[in-house]
């Protein structure tokens, strides 16, 4: 970088829109840097270490750390001694993407966790849940693998997981990885969801039986139980995802496969699920939704909408959370 010239020479020679649009060239050419620098402040703990400092810091002082200490406050303490400069390197570098402050105090940068950070904590500090494990997911090698395959995909076809890892689709791959699956099935950002969800739809008062089809792990239909005793949920999903379900009280897990039967219910979820699916498989599911009976994706949508055989009562569309109720 020792012979890029500093932005007032640049100026100088370009004038400043140039100057502007050269440094937001130079910042997209660097820009993984910003991921995978977050993500390792993540996994090692640095996030959470700010975050705490920041929400237990009773009177204002405390809440800027500096980089040694932020080191001795990781789970795992570091056995490089160069581990507080590095990781200055990357609080400087969060610091230009707005996610943590940085000021110099007695000649030395410290660091505080910007709000934004309550989001991607690494341990469940917060009730509200995180978005930690799906930022650590999406970076996973099997992903990043799947990405390096989108041009292939653009000029030849094909579906880019299974390009990326041996033919197999995510789903069917999921069940020969142990590792990622886990990764997967972390309830991250759920629970906030759901707790926000169940204050505003009253929808499940009256449900007996509620079916949540691709629930992973079963927290969402926990969630609900939690709240309304009363249903008794049935949690249906692929074995592979099922093998890391804990147990809730009034929810049975059922292994399947839902392009081929679904458990009868009064209502069903459908939460992060049909929302980046190609036709087929919409049409798959929507086939066994109706009771097996042949429909089209747009035939569904009307359906629901004039409350034919169901009725999509809520949608949260940020989050692709859909109920349904079947028309008694
Ligand atoms: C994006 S995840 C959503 C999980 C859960 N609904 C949530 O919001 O956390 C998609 C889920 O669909 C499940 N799934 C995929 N194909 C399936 C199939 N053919 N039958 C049943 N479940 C399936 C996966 O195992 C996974 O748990």
Redesign the pocket.
């Known amino acids: 970088m020792g012979h890029l010239l500093d932005p007032k020479t640049m100026n100088e020679i370009n004038g400043d829109d140039e100057t502007e649009l050269g440094l937001r060239a130079v910042r997209l050419a660097n820009y993984i840097t910003f991921p995978m620098v977050f993500k390792a402040a993540i996994e090692l703990g640095v996030i959470d270490a700010l975050y705490l400092a920041a929400r237990d810091d009773v009177n204002g002082s405390g809440s800027f750390l500096k980089p040694s200490e932020i080191a001795t406050r990781l789970p795992t303490p570091p056995s490089n001694p160069e581990a507080p400069v590095l990781l200055d390197r990357m609080l400087r570098l969060l610091a230009s993407y707005s996610m943590v402050k940085c000021q110099i105090v007695d000649g030395e940068r410290v660091y505080k966790a910007e709000p934004i950070c309550k989001y991607f904590l690494r341990y469940n500090i917060e009730e509200m849940g995180t978005l930690a494990s799906q930022f650590i997911l999406e970076l996973d090698s099997v992903f990043l693998n799947t990405w390096a395959q989108l041009k292939d995909v653009v000029l030849e076809g094909g579906d880019a997981f299974a390009r990326a890892n041996g033919g197999l689709k995510l789903?069917d791959y999921?069940g020969t990885d142990e590792r990622l699956s886990k990764l997967f099935?972390r309830t991250g950002f759920?629970v906030g969801v759901m707790q926000k969800f169940l204050e505003v739809y009253k929808g499940f008062e009256g449900i007996n039986v509620l079916v949540?089809?691709?629930?992973?792990v079963g927290n969402?239909l926990g969630f609900v139980t939690s709240k309304y005793p009363n249903i008794k949920g049935i949690n249906?999903?692929?074995t592979c995802?099922l093998a890391q379900a804990p147990s809730y009280p009034n929810v049975e897990h059922v292994a399947?496969?839902?392009?081929v039967e679904i458990p009868r219910g009064d209502a069903i979820i459908l939460?992060?699920?049909l929302h980046d699916w190609n036709d087929e498989d919409c049409a798959k599911i929507l086939t066994q939704l109706s009771g097996g009976k042949e429909r089209t994706k747009a035939e569904y949508e009307a359906m629901a909408a004039n409350s034919g055989f169901a009725s999509c009562k809520f949608v949260c569309p940020a989050y692709h959370l859909r109920v349904i109720e079947f028309s008694k």
């Open positions: 789903f999921m099935n759920s949540d089809v691709g629930g992973g969402t249906f999903d692929l995802a399947g496969d839902m392009f939460k992060r699920m």
